[in-house]
């Protein structure tokens, strides 16, 4: 069994959440056990060890349970992004759609300097949204998105054809 | 220097922040750096490994962020605790004060076998209401708070006394 699979069995499949038709794919297992936590923060992680990434960038709240896990791992600096309002720094936003309407996503102005390169982290990949809305705060700064990370990729949203151009690595696929 | 003084260099003071005369504590410049992100999470870990802990729970947003990054460190599972109607199964929930009002965190109900010896981490300490919250959800399931773990306590606020008869260790304080 791949490392893929193997953390695939701790993923707990909850139908009709939020909404009926919609299976909801629930880490929470996954992230109780030591050594099933502790692989995923690695296959996360692995594709960038030694790539020179100097920052890892995540969106509140459940990109923060691996993102600083991650930067650690690979030797770089986090880099939070929150919803409006959270950072209480001079921020720039970006705008992002959601099913009904739009929300949008901060970083603090002098979180980057110009040239770094920037991995952004998530558990999911959906449709996009969030990371490419992500992917743009870290480039208002002049950062280089190296690569995007997710555990879970749900490829029918085709969340990758909205980051086309970027390195997108993810660890589970649905 | 010590390493407490090391870190508390690279937390920034924001005046007047979220209001007037309060002082903010920002830790994004802590972040930031490998080094000192590095080091709080050793530091937060370092009292409780080797001391049987088998969950570290932390709450959204910024308790992630150190959360499953110390549960790493000392070979624990992760508990997230979440704002209402965050988590998609089924919960146990604890109301807390704010400022005007109250608020409710949630855990899952099958998050902690019983008798699991659990570590609550957090970035901050102030009047200890969520960390408080949080050991309550702790013991409905029947598991033992073995510590509570902040970087930052700010004293002043007295937090400690609402967690009388806890274990709790801060890396920097106010």
Excluded: C, N, Q
Excluded at 55 to 68: D, Q, T
Excluded at 143 to 171: N, Q, S
Aim: glycine share 10%; aromatic share 6%.
């Amino acid at each position: 069994m791949s490392s893929a699979d193997w953390l695939k069995e701790h993923v707990r499949d909850i139908p009709d959440h939020p909404r009926p038709g919609v299976t909801f794919r629930d880490i929470t297992p996954l992230l109780a056990r030591p050594e099933t936590l502790r692989a995923a923060i690695e296959l996360l992680a692995a594709p960038y060890d030694g790539a020179g990434i100097t920052k890892v960038v995540a969106v509140e709240a459940r990109g923060f349970m691996f993102g600083a896990a991650v930067a650690t791992a690979i030797g770089a600096g986090f880099v939070p992004v929150r919803k409006p309002g959270k950072l209480p720094g001079a921020t720039h936003a970006e705008e992002y759609a959601l099913e009904y309407g739009t929300d949008r996503l901060e970083i603090h102005r002098d979180a980057l300097e110009p040239g770094e390169r920037v991995l952004v982290v998530d558990d999911v990949l959906a449709t996009g949204g969030t990371a490419a809305a992500t992917a743009r705060l870290v480039e208002r700064l002049d950062g280089k998105v190296a690569g995007l990370a997710f555990l879970i990729e749900l490829a029918f949203l085709e969340g990758r054809d909205r980051l086309a151009g970027y390195d997108v690595h993810a660890v589970v696929g649905y």
